[in-house]
């Protein structure tokens, strides 16, 4: 049996009043990012050791040529062929490193096996050369690989709790030089982590309010992503001062009308600008039971040519419930709509229907976005 949830922006009484009558404003800081500050994602290929036996086996041929070649590199040399370890894994290394990173800085890694190694419990990352899109390499890794699960038992009698074959070392990176990272200088560009004619507009007004001053046009929307913003004179020398102090600002945000519905785990969020159209809903529920029995008949005793047979009794039954009708007047909001449906007893699944042909009826005009 499936348990359904219904969230929504106007779910109680007390906090639809409040998220209705007031919009609260949000940093431009969340609204937007600066072009040319942005993370830097590396990865790099690296062996796991000291596994307890749960490294990669025989058939995983790349594993034992990079112990090969780590040991030749110390003056071991031991062919491949001879070479039989299973407290060895092979595992890709990746790691994001943040803009203005300076050498010496230390990032948090992920380790994940590619080969057939079953746990990297206990495991030790040897150093590891992460390197970027460009092929160059901007920091190192080794240290302690931790799970967060584990495999207890052996054979067919085993317990394994989370997924032992992927793990993390925390600081376990030092940044070896800095990315490629532009830094603003007499201008920067913001770009819309939402693309938005109204909210770019908005916070060109913003800036332009704050920063601009006799008449002057610091902030211009070049399209509804993208806003440039030119350092004005008092802050020249100082963009970073400058670039909180835009952060810091705050607009009224212009939230699109939309409906996200997830039929399979029964789930249902609703904007609290959506308004509705007037409509009447009328719904009603019919049920129908079949049911077989199944009787078994039986000759009387001691007589001849009788057999058993089994006789199917076949009896169906309809249960229809009263239909439920609720108005909706002109301008209707989702607070209205919500408690109307519990009122009537709706389940999320029946809300999902309905909202589904309030949009086919046109009485929604809103995005439905099924996922």
Same mark, same amino acid.
């Given at each position: 049996?499936?348990?359904?949830?219904?969230?929504?922006?106007?779910?109680? %009484?007390? !906090?639809?009043?409040?998220?209705?009558?007031? *919009? &609260?404003?949000?940093?431009?800081?969340?609204?937007?990012?600066?072009?040319?500050?942005?993370? #830097?994602?590396?990865?790099? =290929?690296?062996?796991?050791?000291?596994?307890? /036996?749960?490294?990669?086996?025989?058939?995983?041929?790349?594993?034992?040529?990079? !112990?090969? *070649?780590?040991?030749?590199?110390?003056?071991? %040399?031991?062919?491949?062929?001879?070479?039989?370890?299973?407290?060895?894994?092979?595992?890709?290394?990746?790691?994001?490193? @943040? @803009?203005?990173?300076?050498?010496?800085?230390?990032?948090?890694?992920?380790?994940?096996?590619?080969?057939?190694?079953? #746990?990297?419990?206990?495991?030790?990352?040897?150093?590891?050369?992460?390197?970027?899109?460009?092929?160059?390499? =901007?920091?190192?890794?080794?240290?302690?690989?931790?799970?967060?699960?584990?495999?207890?038992?052996?054979? /067919?009698?085993?317990?394994?709790?989370?997924?032992?074959?992927?793990?993390?070392?925390?600081?376990?990176?030092?940044?070896?030089?800095? @990315? @490629?990272?532009?830094?603003? %200088?007499?201008?920067?560009?913001?770009? !819309? +982590?939402?693309?938005?004619?109204?909210?770019?507009?908005?916070?060109?007004?913003?800036? #332009?309010?704050?920063?601009?001053?006799?008449?002057?046009?610091?902030?211009?929307?070049?399209?509804?992503?993208?806003? *440039?913003?030119?350092?004005?004179?008092? =802050?020249?020398?100082?963009?970073?001062?400058?670039?909180?102090?835009?952060?810091?600002? +705050?607009?009224?945000?212009?939230?699109?009308?939309?409906?996200?519905?997830?039929?399979?785990?029964?789930?249902?969020?609703?904007?609290?600008?959506?308004?509705?159209?007037?409509?009447?809903?009328?719904?009603? #529920?019919?049920?129908?039971?079949?049911?077989?029995? =199944?009787?078994?008949?039986?000759?009387?005793?001691?007589?001849?040519?009788?057999? %058993?047979?089994?006789?199917?009794?076949?009896?169906?039954?309809? *249960?229809?419930?009263?239909?439920?009708?609720?108005?909706?007047?002109?301008?209707?909001?989702?607070?209205?709509?919500? +408690?109307?449906?519990?009122?009537?007893?709706?389940?999320?699944?029946?809300?999902?229907?309905?909202?589904?042909?309030?949009? &086919?009826?046109?009485?929604?005009?809103?995005?439905?976005?099924?996922?």
């Amino acid at each position: 049996m499936r348990t359904f949830s219904f969230v929504t922006a106007a779910l109680f %009484t007390g !906090l639809v009043a409040s998220s209705l009558q007031t *919009n &609260a404003a949000t940093r431009i800081k969340d609204l937007v990012s600066i072009e040319g500050v942005r993370d #830097n994602q590396l990865v790099g =290929y690296g062996v796991v050791v000291g596994l307890n /036996g749960t490294g990669d086996r025989q058939q995983t041929v790349f594993s034992v040529q990079s !112990l090969t *070649n780590i040991l030749q590199r110390m003056g071991v %040399t031991v062919p491949p062929t001879g070479i039989i370890i299973h407290n060895t894994a092979a595992v890709l290394v990746t790691a994001t490193l @943040p @803009p203005f990173s300076q050498s010496g800085e230390k990032i948090d890694v992920d380790v994940a096996a590619i080969g057939d190694a079953t #746990n990297l419990q206990g495991g030790l990352l040897i150093l590891t050369a992460l390197r970027g899109a460009n092929g160059k390499v =901007y920091a190192v890794a080794q240290g302690s690989v931790v799970t967060g699960g584990f495999v207890a038992g052996r054979g /067919g009698n085993s317990q394994t709790v989370n997924h032992p074959t992927v793990g993390r070392v925390v600081e376990g990176a030092i940044v070896e030089q800095a @990315p @490629p990272t532009i830094a603003p %200088t007499s201008g920067l560009n913001l770009q !819309l +982590r939402r693309a938005d004619f109204a909210n770019a507009s908005r916070i060109v007004e913003m800036i #332009n309010k704050k920063f601009g001053g006799n008449g002057q046009v610091t902030a211009q929307a070049l399209n509804s992503g993208h806003v *440039n913003v030119h350092i004005p004179a008092s =802050y020249v020398g100082r963009p970073v001062e400058f670039i909180a102090a835009v952060e810091d600002l +705050r607009v009224d945000v212009d939230h699109e009308a939309k409906i996200a519905i997830n039929e399979r785990t029964g789930t249902v969020v609703l904007g609290g600008d959506l308004h509705i159209a007037p409509a009447a809903i009328l719904q009603g #529920n019919l049920s129908v039971q079949i049911q077989t029995d =199944y009787l078994v008949s039986q000759p009387a005793p001691f007589s001849s040519g009788g057999q %058993t047979t089994v006789v199917p009794q076949t009896t169906v039954g309809v *249960n229809e419930d009263k239909a439920r009708t609720i108005m909706l007047k002109n301008g209707a909001t989702v607070d209205e709509l919500v +408690r109307s449906l519990m009122a009537i007893g709706s389940t999320p699944r029946d809300i999902i229907a309905i909202i589904q042909s309030l949009k &086919a009826a046109g009485a929604i005009d809103a995005e439905v976005d099924v996922l």
